[in-house]
C-alpha cells in the first residue's frame, strides 16, 4: 500500500476550489478562475501550481 503524499497548504487549497467548483457546476474552474481566486497574479502561477498538485 502506497503513502498518500501531504498536500502543502496552497495545494490543498487549490483542491478545495477545483471540487467545489465541480460540486457546483459540473465543471472544474479554469486556470485564470484559481488565479483570480487565490489572488495569483497570472494564469500561468495557477498553472505552475496544478503541475505541482498532479504530482
Known amino acids: 500500500m502506497m503513502d ?3 498536500l502543502t497548504a ?3 487549497q487549490i483542491l ?3 471540487q467545489s467548483a ?3 457546476t459540473g465543471a472544474p474552474p ?3 478562475e ?3 481566486e487565490l489572488g495569483f497574479k497570472s494564469a500561468n502561477a495557477a498553472e505552475e501550481h ?3 498538485l498532479a504530482r
Do not use: C, E, G, V
Open 22 to 24: 465541480i460540486a457546483r
Open 10 to 12: 496552497r495545494q490543498q
Open 4 to 6: 498518500t503524499p501531504k
Open 30 to 32: 479554469t486556470r485564470a
Open 16 to 18: 478545495d476550489l477545483i
Open 50 to 52: 496544478l503541475q505541482a
Open 34 to 36: 484559481i488565479a483570480s
